[in-house]
């Protein structure tokens, strides 16, 4: 079960940041072009949304079936231990932020009225998010 979910979690990792980086361009790009916000824009935000709540989700359950998650962060010593601090307590809270903030960008961008608004509120939310993300990933358990 631990196995099975952490492999999700490392995968699904793999989609969302794509999915957030190509979202973030494609949004930038059209604000720029000045062109209307349309249907197809919004599914395409969408994808990275979805990849992001499932990533939330199998997170969760992972925070509580992982040695490194919750069981950590009651241990002795875990605050002192950069590492160990990182993926016990600074990547939950920093990635549930992320995504709030990604989430809202999207549900924003849903009920403004102007285009350009509604693509700048998801190329916001989706910048800042991917960057929040991308600073508390911890790199070395994932591709050292
Ligand atoms: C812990 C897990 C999750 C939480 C806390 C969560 C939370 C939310 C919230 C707050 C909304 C916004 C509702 C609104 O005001 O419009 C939402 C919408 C949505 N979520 Fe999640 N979600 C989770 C997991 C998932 C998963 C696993 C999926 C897909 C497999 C998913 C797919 C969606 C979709 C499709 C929407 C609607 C998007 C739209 O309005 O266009 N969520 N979720
Ligand atoms: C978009 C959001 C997220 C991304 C991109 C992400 C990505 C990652 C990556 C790349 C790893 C390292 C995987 C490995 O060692 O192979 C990881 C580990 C972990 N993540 Fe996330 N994560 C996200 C959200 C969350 C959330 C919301 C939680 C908990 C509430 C969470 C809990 C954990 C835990 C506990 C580990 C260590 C698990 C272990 O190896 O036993 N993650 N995450």
Known sequence: ???GIQHLHSGVAYLALLA?????IYALIGALSGREFSEKDRKIALIAFILCH????????LYFISPLG????SAEGTMKDAGARLVAL??????ILAIIIISVGY?????????KAR???????????LLLILW????SAWLG
């Open 1 to 3: 079960m631990y196995t």
């Open 20 to 24: 957030l980086a190509g979202v973030f």
């Open 54 to 61: 499932i990533q939330l989700l199998v997170g969760i359950i």
């Open 70 to 73: 919750f069981e950590m962060l």
């Open 90 to 95: 600074e990547h939950p809270i920093m990635n």
């Open 107 to 115: 549900i924003r961008a849903k009920k403004l009225s102007i285009s």
């Open 119 to 129: 693509f700048r509120s998801i190329y916001m939310a989706y910048g800042v998010g």
């Open 136 to 139: 508390r990933i911890p790199w």
